[in-house]
């Protein structure tokens, strides 16, 4: 019982960091554009669906590529259609990502069909690895380890460079940002591209893990929700206890209490809202009140 517990939790520290990549792009993108990319899910459908491509074409190592791409995609879409939103209703946002996840879905079942891909982890990371009484697969290991590397590096990026100090004054007040001179439509364009970047990411992770198939996004955009709700809004330290909780109490009632693990984070979403509205680590935020 005692190894099969510990098994979970590992299990469910890879899955947890799998929904922070997810919900720090979601998050990011809020703070930032006020807009509530009910997308998000695609793009991490997308960049799982590009990975696939370019193993099956050029081989594992040109899989780096999908996260950029995915990135790319996302900017193109933030100049066509979200730009146009920005200081408008919040509704029309809503709308308008929506559309967009419509969208996507369709484009992919067209393009790859309806039917779930198989998408293989490489060679080099079969099989397992035993640890006491902890048994895990040797991918898992991976995407830990990539996992963590991204989000240490994305810490970095937004804290000790200037471009994450533009970030982070926008998000708290983009107008002011706009007055001192920076070009604000290139960084909305840049915030969300990297969101979308790391739902990308997260999706070609995820792609030997979960089923390869349009509708994936709807698996991971709710977790993200939940995560950027328990954590509390712009927090990265809140997104990342948020979601490793998330990701930890599903894989342990997947195992042990199966009909309960769909509604799980939404038990443990409203214990913690009743406790602290703004969230784990949330802050007030007055561009939004």
Known sequence: MLDMLLSQIVNG???GFLYVLIATGLSIIFGMLGIVNFAHGAFFAIGAYLALTLAAHFGWAAIVLAPILTGLIGVVCEIAFVRRLYGKEPLL?????FALALFAEAVLRLVYSGEAQPFAAPAF??????YGPILITRYRIAVLIVTVTALVAFWAFIEFTPFGRIIRAGSRDPEMVGLLGVNLPVVLSAVFGVGCMLAGLAGMLAGPLWTVQPAMGSGAIMPAFVIVTIGGLGSFAGAVAAGLMVGVI???TI?????WSGSAMYILMAAVLLLRPRGLFGERWERFE
Do not use: D, K, M, R
Not at 93 to 97: A, K
């Open 13 to 15: 520290l890879v899955l």
């Open 125 to 130: 990371l079969n099989g397992f690895i035993e």
């Open 250 to 252: 599903t894989a342990v």
């Open 93 to 97: 946002g809503l709308i308008l990502t």
């Open 255 to 259: 195992q042990f209490y199966p009909s």
